[in-house]
């Protein structure tokens, strides 16, 4: 078990982050111990994103430019592998065509329209977000970026939850689509929204509330596209999974904005 975890970790930095970490499985068992440990990549992520954004603002530099580090940051962690997916998804799912013509039309090189429109939003309202917490105090900035990079994982480690399929037979939908036990999916995603709110408590005020209920908010509308795509698509694809990523660390952020 130990051995598992060992390579579930490793499974799930190699395969999420550009963090240099030897991926030394890649079997069903490694990619649902991966999955699972999903929501610690993210942790790495957010923290990696909150330390920049901080420092600069505490060195003087405007909450604007903190937000954009910030912002920046996991796009190049991830080799902006999850903004691509959301793009190529955003693709698929505006060209209204069958399945089989959507997922070719996700696996070509360019981006069209409803990609390069939904990147932008999605970039813009993410850096709004930041700026506005960073106005606030270098904390709030910091810690939305942990939770966002935390909830964005979460989000992949309950796609990849029994009864979810894969849309294609290769790629990495394939590898982890159905590989993680349902109640293995529950337990982590309490615990994870667990911290979240403690998190929040951290900072005092309605915090608890407003981080517990910005994360439940993000998981809800990515379970939402998850169920679109899986009947779009006929499952899941490498690029869904950015995409779900993308969407539950934009709406986290989005509900630490509000009230």
Request: glycine share 14%; with cysteine.
């Amino acid at each position: 078990m130990t051995s598992l975890n060992s390579h579930g970790i490793r499974f799930a930095f190699g395969t999420l982050t550009v963090i240099p970490v030897r991926v030394t499985r890649w079997d069903r068992a490694a990619a649902r111990a991966g999955m699972l440990c999903a929501p610690l990549a993210g942790l790495a992520v957010g923290a990696l994103a909150a330390v920049p954004g901080s420092l600069l603002l505490l060195s003087g530099s405007g909450p604007l430019l903190a937000a954009v580090v910030s912002a920046a940051v996991p796009a190049a962690l991830t080799r902006g592998l999850h903004l691509d997916g959301l793009a190529d998804t955003a693709d698929g799912l505006g060209s209204g065509k069958p399945a089989e013509d959507a997922l070719r039309i996700m696996k070509q090189s360019d981006i069209g329209p409803f990609g390069v429109i939904t990147l932008l939003f999605t970039l813009l309202a993410q850096v709004a977000v930041l700026q506005q917490l960073y106005a606030q105090s270098w904390r709030q900035g910091a810690a939305a970026a942990v939770v966002a990079g935390v909830v964005a994982r979460l989000a992949l480690t309950l796609a990849s939850r029994d009864g979810v399929p894969a849309a294609r037979p290769e790629g990495l939908g394939a590898a982890v689509a159905g590989t993680v036990p349902v109640r293995g999916a529950v337990a982590v995603a309490l615990v994870t929204v667990a911290a979240c709110v403690g998190a929040g408590a951290l900072l005092g005020g309605y915090g608890a509330l407003r981080y517990g209920l910005a994360a439940l908010a993000a998981l809800a509308v990515a379970q939402l596209l998850l169920r679109h795509c899986v009947r779009r698509f006929g499952g899941v694809t490498g690029d869904v999974f950015g995409a779900l990523a993308e969407t539950a660390a934009t709406v986290t952020l989005v509900g630490l904005a509000l009230g």
